[in-house]
């Protein structure tokens, strides 16, 4: 069964630092491109940033390009999201999420985490 | 930057009806569009990619349509458990955005 299990939300304030983790399992971890997605409180989904299977690629959004460090440790079977000098909006729950198709990195999300939260207040 | 747009932002249908969500992207993107389901605390769901490929496990219920920029969700018999929002999402460039939701709720 896959399973992918996000941590290291919480509380921060205005530009500090936090690094998410989702540790992956059920399914051969290499092969698979992987991703984060954020949801603002009542809003909708938000692409934040995407990684290939041997960290070859990196994408991200415009609105954390040079804030955030997208990451993987295959071996660890991991994903990271290294988010500094934060901000009120990104106050967000971060869900990981794995795309559909091996060796393919441009592809649908067919497997999400349960999502951690993060909050950026003062 | 490509940009979806959903519509209506909600739609109000008694169970049993069907319901059709409509997903337009801003210039083509071929048949690389994805739906999602997300109920209230939940993770979102991969309900139909390819634009008219249903995922693992999707019941029959749930149809998608459509190429280029215009696509839709059909629901053909509401049940219970199908008011939630649904997403699409464009993968035919980066980068693949969502759009904004539509929201099915209870007639």
């Known amino acids: 069964e896959v399973q992918l299990v996000e941590s290291g939300g919480g509380l921060v304030k205005p530009g500090g630092s936090l690094r998410l983790s989702c540790a992956a399992s059920g399914f051969t971890f290499s092969s698979y491109s992987m991703n984060w997605v954020r949801q603002a409180p009542g809003k909708g989904l938000e692409w934040v940033s995407s990684i290939s299977s041997s960290s070859s690629y990196i994408y991200y959004a415009d609105s954390v390009k040079g804030r955030f460090t997208i990451s993987r440790d295959n071996a660890k079977n991991s994903l990271y999201l290294q988010m500094n000098s934060l901000r009120a909006e990104d106050t967000a729950v971060y869900y990981c999420?794995?795309?559909?198709?091996?060796?393919?990195?441009?592809?649908?999300?067919?497997?999400w985490g349960q999502g951690t939260l993060v909050t950026v207040s003062s | 930057e490509i940009v979806m747009t959903q519509s209506p932002a909600t739609l109000s249908v008694s169970p049993g009806e069907r319901a059709t969500l409509s997903c337009r992207a801003s210039q083509s993107v071929s048949s690389n569009l994805a739906w999602y389901q997300q109920k209230p605390g939940q993770a979102p769901r991969l309900l139909i990619y390819?634009?008219?490929t249903r995922a693992t496990g999707i019941p029959a219920r749930f149809s998608g349509s459509g190429s280029g920029t215009e696509f839709t969700l059909t629901i053909s018999s509401l049940q219970s458990e199908d008011f939630a929002v649904y997403y699409c999402q464009q993968y035919n460039n980066w980068p693949p955005p969502f759009g904004q939701g539509t929201k099915v709720e209870i007639k």
């Open positions: 390819g634009a008219s």
């Open positions: 999420a794995r795309s559909s198709a091996e060796w393919e990195l441009l592809h649908p999300f067919d497997y």
